[in-house]
């Protein structure tokens, strides 16, 4: 992972950017691996950890009726999660990570391992929104945190092309 990180760094070098995270099921791993390595204040602006409903709610306006409806692991949660972001921060990368990371929970459309990744990207003074379902082969948390953690960074770097 850090190779990742080091290409971040070094793209950061050829266009300014930031990059502002909504972490849940992967409670601020994302965020320990970018702050990792010095420099990263040049490009990290910093994290939601919004582990509880309550916070998604309140700190990155997630509709109640969104996760009532939907349910706190879903495209629609992931979307508004990252669309939360923008209203508290200017980066122009912006991720929201939620999902089941067990070992226990999940059900048979939100299994364990089945994470929502949300990203938003600046382009030309707009956002651009998407999300990604992704639903990992692993059963032990760590290592669905650390599969969501890498694909969020190559999510970045593909991400970071655009801008």
């Known amino acids: 992972m850090l190779n990742y ?3 971040i760094r070094k793209l950061r070098k050829e266009k300014p950017f930031s990059i502002c995270l909504a972490e849940s099921c992967t409670g601020g791993m994302i965020s320990s691996k970018l702050t990792s390595i010095s420099g990263s204040s040049d490009f990290f602006d910093g994290s ?5 409903n309550d916070l998604k709610k309140h700190l990155l306006k997630v509709p109640k009726t969104t996760i009532s409806k939907y349910g ?4 629609q949660t992931a979307l508004s999660m990252v669309k939360g972001l923008k209203k508290i921060s200017r980066s122009e990368i912006l991720v929201s990570v939620t999902g089941v990371a ?10 364990i391992g089945c994470v929502y990744f949300g990203l938003g990207t600046k382009i030309k003074n707009k956002y651009y929104y998407k999300t990604i379902k992704k639903v990992f082969r692993e ?6 945190q650390e599969k969501s953690t890498e694909f969020v960074l ?3 770097i593909k991400n970071l092309s655009k801008i």
């Open 154 to 156: 190559k999510e970045i």
């Open 48 to 52: 939601v950890v919004s582990y509880s």
């Open 72 to 75: 706190a692991v879903s495209h």
């Open 5 to 7: 990180i080091k290409k």
């Open 102 to 111: 067990g070992p226990k929970g999940g059900s048979s459309k939100t299994p």
């Open 139 to 144: 059963r032990k948390r760590q290592k669905i």
